[in-house]
């Protein structure tokens, strides 16, 4: 693993850093203080692809947010099957849970392609917080928010089938839901969609093929759907709320 | 749906109520004057067995902590299928997460048995959170605890048989985890334990019957582990870290 270091030089947050912080969604609305302060603990970073941000079980791991490019978050078992938990797009997040509850890490990290993150110290964002009411606030809504996805991915793994799930992830990919149909390229290979949809990859192969019935046609990463609606109906979309 | 109102006496904390709310471990070692703050907006309520807290896409909901008793944690699909989220015991909580995105609550609550909660007031809460930073830091530990929670179901779904999930369970509830056997009952019926390991009644049943060969003998609600370290091996346990 590499060592990830709160900002080198204490004091002197980097520009590029404080930059970035003011571009996190779930920072909007914090105070001048407040990015300053943060900024003197964090890190942006650009990663090569298959970098890995931290391994299952470390302890002391940072807060980390995605700025581009994509994560896979993921856990290994103990006979070594690998699973994603999740596939982070920006403005993504992960590790918040560990530095709130000072446990060893849940999850592996790696970088999919090449990305850029900001790496916040975790002894230094749980000193700021008592301080800092508007962060901690910010932070409240956004372990909310993760808390909440989770839960519709247990209902996904607990109520549809793979090709369901399949398809329910194909239309979240798509650029304009309202329109009848959409062509688009998958975010990563189909090793990785398959452990994202909790399936081996043969099954994804068959839940594709029964997706063909539906209109979705793929060829390589590009995907498209001929016909959302009935795609829609048969992957029981039972999103929010 | 029952109205839950915050308590009806503005400014009377109900004596049963800061008491409840005292012990409750997630709010340990806050000071007295955010148990009497948070007393002012909460209500202790005896509760009969199946009653609705509240449903799935209801707005303004309370945060909720179980001080006795189960409730149960569920959505309902489209087309009427329910799943189980998940079964709590004291000290659970849920409703966390709406209360602080204000957003539609995902999951309908309902009690298993008869059971003793405690209903904080959602917007209460809220305004009390930038004013006591000891509130928010129990509250973001008690958001990063129930999200490692989900987060362990999830590779649970997607790693495991319903046989080792229902094998993992079953070790969960066994009084001592290192002695070589456990004899105990199941907290609540097959059914609601179907869907809580997200299978059908009849996958429970071959679920069982697997686990028959690994020393666990059922007979009604109670539960017989004559292997322990067998049925650990079997269930692959790949819990925290």
Redesign the interface.
Known sequence: MENIPASGDAGVPDGRCVEALRGVALFAGLENRVFDRLAKIAERRDCLAGTTLFR??DANTPFCILVSGQLSTY?????G?V?V?DVLHPAGHTG???V??Q?????GVETVGSATVIIIDGAGLRAL???E??L??A???A??????S??????D???RTTAQRLGHYLLELAPDKASKSATMRLPFDKRLLA?RL?CRQENLSRAFATLRDLGVETSGSRVVLNDIPKLRDYS???D??
Do not use: H, N, Y
Not at 103 to 107: G, H, Q, R, S, Y
């Open positions: 299952q079980g856990r290994t078992a103990p006979d099957t699973t938990i918040l849970s560990a709130l509850t446990l060893p890490v849940l999850m917080l008592p301080e009411p508007s901690a606030g932070l409240l809504r372990e909310a928010m993760v808390f909440r989770l839960v519709l991915q247990v209902c793994l607990k109520l452990a909790g029981v979309a039972f929010t709320p």
